[in-house]
Every structure is written in C-alpha cells, then in structure tokens.
C-alpha cells in the first residue's frame, strides 16, 4: 500500500517558478513509476511528466518540455516537479500517482494510487 501527498502547490504571477513535492509512505514507492497529472476545470487530467522508479528515464508532455523538470529522492520517498516559467494555462490541479506495473505512463488507469492534488494558479 502507498500513500501519496503532495504539497507546494499555491499562486505565482505568470514567469514564476514552484516546486511541488509527492511524499510516499510504503516500501514499494522506490520500485514504482511515478507521475504528475494535472486538471484544469472543465478539463479531463492530463499527464505532465513522469520518472521511472531511479529517476533514470523521464518524460514530459510538450506542453512543458524545457519548463518542467521532474526528479526523485527514494531515500526520502519523495519526488520533485520544478515548475519554471510558469504560463497561466499551467493553472490546474496537479496530482502525483504511482503505479508498479506501469507500461504506458500517459494513462491515468494504470497508476494504483493517487495524491489528494494540489492547487497551482498562475495570474497572469
């Protein structure tokens, strides 16, 4: 069982920078794929970015590519998303999953478990 927790979400003029965080507990955090999710009101999630379970591979939507980085610390059971040159229609939920048996990370369906979100809002 794993349970996510993000954090560092909150409200940025548009340029601006956040850095969120996805606290786990669980064993099985360090061997499992994870991503962030975002959701803008009316909209369906959509995949930002996600890390293999040592960081050694990444991806990111291009909607953020060269913006986004995302990193991990599984001493910690904690990965990163640096928001860079933040855009107001980077305003949305962002969520954190985790899966062990992810073959396709853009899909929401195959991540075992999900953070509670948390709010980003970029003024323009």
């Known amino acids: 069982q794993v349970q996510l927790v993000e954090s560092g979400g909150g409200l940025v003029q548009a340029g601006g920078s956040l850095r969120l965080s996805c606290a786990a507990s669980?064993?099985?955090?360090?061997?499992?794929?994870v991503s962030w999710f975002r959701q803008a009101p009316g909209k369906e999630r959509e995949f930002v970015a996600a890390s293999s379970w040592n960081g050694g591979t990444t991806d990111f939507a291009d909607s953020v590519k060269g913006r986004f980085t995302i990193s991990r610390d599984n001493a910690k059971n904690t990965v990163y998303l640096q928001m860079n040159s933040l855009k107001p229609e980077d305003t949305a939920i962002y969520y954190c999953a985790a899966g062990s048996f992810v073959s396709n990370w853009y899909t929401t369906y195959e991540y075992d478990y999900w953070g509670q979100g948390t709010q980003v809002t970029v003024s323009s």
């Open positions: 669980g064993r099985t955090f360090s061997r499992s794929v």
